[in-house]
């Protein structure tokens, strides 16, 4: 394909930004509704507890209250639980123990943030005034937090289906051909690994308005989604709140996710119950306080992870033991993030001939976990890519040299743990990167950094992961509830412009400009007569979403194909037009042609033909121009690259600074280089956010301490340094546009590429995330301890 | 948050007779810590006595040997002044550091003093450069007005209107901000009046800002930062979180005060 002005490959500036930046977007919270209510939720402040009993009587009777619901008329209304539609099983071969999550409290609460009463008032002030006039008498339970004293016989219990709170104990790979691995090794080395609890933090809170239509019995939900077919599936589905055929979700602009608005969550099923129950609108907007106890967190394993390799240095197995924290309720898909979304990257970029890992879910008494950026691959990639610098800095062997023994040359290429890696080329990535970062002068910059009194570190990161999920098939195979593939409808106009409806959707993520550059490229057409439509079950008959950086692969293969049926349709007409065979019509540039000839129509006067009708036998040939596709995807894709992060450090306070940051990532094709770019830098923030700032903290007894901003530390622009980046390209088989995604590359390659910079600085591997001042201070000092008394 | 009836006294006569009359009342300054409280519904009032249309309580200048800061003086207007900049750089310099543009355009000296944040730049600075609080009541030696943590020796109805800065020789500020609110996790001001070097903390006592015992007895040496090389702070009495241990704290305030010293001018 050509690269043109607006076309693939072209740097075109965002088309969704003008309304954003200038405060014409329109988010859930912009809409108002004739008659609305304010839902406000009083919320648990014990981290477990059971609920003897709520008074509710004080609360009814305030002014401008409608109604104060609690589990109680939830369970009369039979509205059914949320729900975790990934089914994983336990080695043993038994299901999960997936704890009852009611979207009001039964009886119990389970974490600081659970909802256990809501208000619903005219005013958000007086529903506020009225839930503090609610009367809960809570019997205080003893709490968990920390995923390794969970399972703890001592421990508090969180579900009664769920002994020793465990969720399942599951594992992949081949146990006795990695135990053999290891008789047979040189050299083993082995990591203890914290991967830190991170809070999403989406710029916009969550939000949602329940609508009922008592006409018509249908109801509409506007809902931060990222993914407003499954929140309409599950919610009619299982949840039993309105049948699927009058129930209209509406996602409109969404101001990120992360992953945390994949899920459905108990404030937007209660919004739309009581709408129901009261024909009224009732509205929600998330507080930030309400953000950081409610929005699904991510990551949170306690692993042991041991690498074994022969006398040359090349790997003969890995063993991982990991314990996930899934928090006090199983999320949506929250089984999934630490098992085949985790385990099956554990062989990186190398050829390692044997991978045993076990993972035990949790319950604790903490805030469901389930994917944020990367979900399973960022602590993948933390786990191999830590082994393999601790590795040769034990082994003194240079950490690039160390990775490019063991990279994987020759695809496609089958892991041990399920994945089938179809291409890449790991020796270009690294070679771009370790030039870009000037490795070579590292040494030179040590030096000179050490006589100002500054310790100087590089680390690496050479990184894969799995996008374009997925293959419905094979996912379904592993235990997914749902199928993965996407879908997509052109709708040609008269006048020749085109609407795209997508199942994909964006809320960041710049779909409204490169899927309508797809388009451009296709038919020839100005990217201002293409509008891209989603987020709308009315509108779109069915998506899957955006989440896993499966949009460009996935939902942009879904365009391609019902691209290629609109252009043989109008190819016939064409032919018809021009007299003609179709097959002798060319379609190139916006223009039909006869081959060898000088005999075209433009591409607005077919699709004006096929509408007008005259022309061509509609008997054969039905009027209209539109067409749509269902795209399952064949394989994941594997994006991959290398990441080199130097850091400088101030042994005074422990502060790291980051001197250079380098990322040359193999995204396949570029379809915008600009927002591919944009996507890199967003993800590298988020995770140097998670290796040098960010972390959710819960003291021992079950209290969240990081509850807002003051504690919670998000990446400033001043924590970030300007990123040298570069690409290489091999082009990935499984779709046509040769794509792989790059949504959430930088937050999977960037946490551990810091933590090998800031471990060589220091000298010392004892060093977790988030490697804050104070962190780094006390691993100075504990090296310094060490140095002495060994002398 | 919750009603409350708002007043906008437009002399300190005025603001002094409201708040006399009306029950359960609170002064607005910036409120850049009381607005946030209210919303958060942490903190409620019947009565908000707003100052901002008393005028001339922002006036900053120079008499004798002393800087005289009015209390509504932004902390914008404080970085920026030349007068301040003259006089005492370090503080121009301190107010410059706090917050964020957002904040330094609304926040006050006034506001900020009378809260005593224990993690707040100015208690450090007027601790350090022995500064006169001046009320509606009487004048109040910097030594005996801040009293623990949000605790000021400011009586029921007593309106701060102007701090009085004598004007040192030297004087420096240096702070290791916590990484997420970006407050003081410790800040040291340091100041040389020519016969004798005081040095305050802020951010890291557990009763808020304090002078540092050690930290003055080792600048006896000399308001150089030699003198405060190596010296040893206890980490008694130091708060302790999740961002700083307390023995972390005590280090950082023998970092900063030598950081402020040799950023004195």
Known sequence: ?791 | MHSFTYHRPVNVKAAQALLAKAKDASLLAGGQTLIPSLKLRLTDFDNIVDLKAIKGLDKIEVKGKNLLIGALATHGAVATSAVVKRAIPALAKLAGMIGDPAVRNVGTIGGSVANNDPAADYPGALLALNATVITSKRKIPADKFFKGLFETALGKGEIILQVSFPIPKKAGYAKFRNPASRFALVGVFVADDGKTARAAVTGAGEQGVFRSKELEAALKKGFKPESVAGVKVSANGLNSDIHAAADYRAHLIGVMAKRAIEAAA
Request: net charge negative; charged share 20%; glycine share 10%.
């Open chain 1, 1 to 791: 394909m050509t690269s043109t002005v607006t076309g693939i490959g072209a740097a075109v500036r965002r088309k969704e930004d003008q309304r954003f930046i200038t405060g014409q977007g329109h988010y859930t919270d912009d809409i108002r509704r004739e008659g609305q209510l304010h839902a406000y939720f009083l919320r648990s402040p014990h981290p477990h507890a059971t609920i003897k009993k709520i008074d509710t009587a004080k609360a009814e009777k305030m002014p401008g209250v409608a109604a104060v619901l609690t589990g109680v008329e939830l369970a009369a209304d039979k509205i059914g639980n949320l729900i975790c539609g990934w089914a994983i099983s336990s080695k043993d071969g038994s299901p999960m123990n997936m704890g009852p999550h009611p979207a009001l409290a039964q009886g119990k609460v389970r974490h600081v943030g659970d909802q256990v009463a809501v208000v619903i008032a005219e005013t958000l002030n007086q529903a506020k005034d009225a839930a503090a006039a609610i009367d809960v008498d809570y019997a205080v339970l003893t709490a968990v937090a920390d995923p390794a004293k969970a399972r703890d016989p001592k421990a508090a219990q969180i579900h009664d289906n769920a002994p020793k709170n465990t969720i399942y104990e599951w594992s992949l790979g081949d146990q006795a051909a990695t135990d053999a691995a290891f008789k047979n090794a040189k050299h083993v080395t082995r990591l203890k690994i914290i991967n830190n609890r991170m809070i999403p933090n989406a710029i916009e809170p969550r939000a949602a308005i329940g609508d009922y239509d008592a006409g018509t019995d249908s109801s509409t939900l506007w809902v931060t989604s990222q993914n407003p077919h499954v929140h309409r599936l599950v919610m009619a589905a299982f949840m039993g709140l309105a049948p699927e055929n009058k129930f209209r979700v509406i996602a409109p602009d969404v101001g990120g996710g992360f992953g945390s608005k994949i899920f459905i969550y108990a404030e937007e099923s209660v919004c739309l119950w009581a709408a129901k129950r009261l024909k009224r609108p009732v509205r929600w907007t998330g507080e930030r306080s309400e953000s950081f106890q409610t929005d699904a967190h991510g990551r949170d394993h306690v692993t042991s992870a041991e690498l074994a390799l022969d006398a040359g240095g090349k790997i003969l197995g890995l063993r991982v033991k990991t314990i996930a924290n899934l928090g006090a309720y199983m999320s949506t898909f929250s089984s999934s993030v630490p098992t085949y979304l985790y385990a099956t990257l554990l062989s990186g970029q190398y050829d390692i001939p044997a991978i045993y890992c076990e993972v035990d879910a949790v319950y604790t008494n903490t805030v469901p976990v389930d994917a944020y950026r990367g979900a399973g691959r960022p602590e993948a990639c933390y786990v191999i890519e830590r082994l393999m610098e601790v590795a040769a800095r034990e082994l003194h062997v240079d950490p690039a040299e160390l990775r490019r023994k063991n990279f994987i040359r020759k695809f496609p290429h089958q892991t041990p743990v399920i994945m089938a890696y179809d291409i890449g080329d790991h020796d270009a990535t690294l070679k771009k990167a370790l030039e870009i970062a000037d490795v070579k002068g590292f040494g030179q910059r040590k030096q000179e950094a050490s006589r100002r009194g500054k310790l100087l570190g590089l680390g690496y990161s050479t990184y894969i992961e799995a996008c374009g999920i997925a293959p419905s098939a094979a996912v379904g195979s592993l235990g997914a509830g749902v199928g993965l593939w996407e879908s997509a409808e052109v709708r040609v106009n008269p006048t020749g412009s085109v609407e795209i409806l997508t199942g994909s959707h964006s809320h960041g993520q710049g779909h409204e400009t490169t899927f309508a550059q797809l388009v451009c490229e296709r038919l020839g057409i100005p990217i201002e007569q293409v509008t891209i439509v989603h987020g709308d079950t009315d509108k779109v008959q069915f998506g899957m979403g955006t989440y896993g950086s499966r949009s460009g692969p996935v939902g942009m293969t879904a365009i391609v194909k019902a691209l290629d049926k609109i252009e043989a349709k109008a190819k016939k007409i064409a032919g018809h037009l021009l007299e003609a065979s179709p097959g002798d019509i060319e379609f190139k540039n916006g223009k039909f042609t006869v081959a060898g000839t000088d005999k075209s129509l433009a591409f607005g006067e077919v699709a004006l033909a096929a509408y007008v009708g005259h022309k061509f036998p509609t008997n054969e040939i039905e009027p209209g121009l539109k067409e749509g596709s269902f795209y399952d995807p064949t394989n994941f894709t594997f994006p991959s690259g290398c990441h080199i992060c130097e850091v400088e450090i101030d042994p005074e306070t422990g502060h790291t600074k980051i001197a250079r940051w380098t990322a040359v990532d193999d995204f396949g094709v570029l379809i915008n280089p600009m927002i591919v770019e944009g996507q890199v830098h967003g993800g590298i923030a988020q995770g140097i956010g998670q290796a040098l700032l960010e972390n959710c903290v819960y003291d021992d007894d079950a209290q969240l301490v990081t509850g807002s901003y003051m504690d919670y530390t998000m990446p400033r622009a001043d924590d970030l340094p300007s990123f040298n980046v570069g690409t290489t390209v091999t082009k990935c088989p499984s779709n046509p546009l040769g794509i792989k995604g790059c949504g959430e590359a930088g937050a999977i390659a960037a946490p551990v590429a810091l933590i090998n910079a800031v471990t060589d600085a220091v000298g010392s591997e004892d060093i977790t995330m988030p490697a804050t001042a104070q962190t780094v201070w006390q691993a100075i000092q504990k090296t310094h301890r060490q140095r002495k008394a060994a002398e």
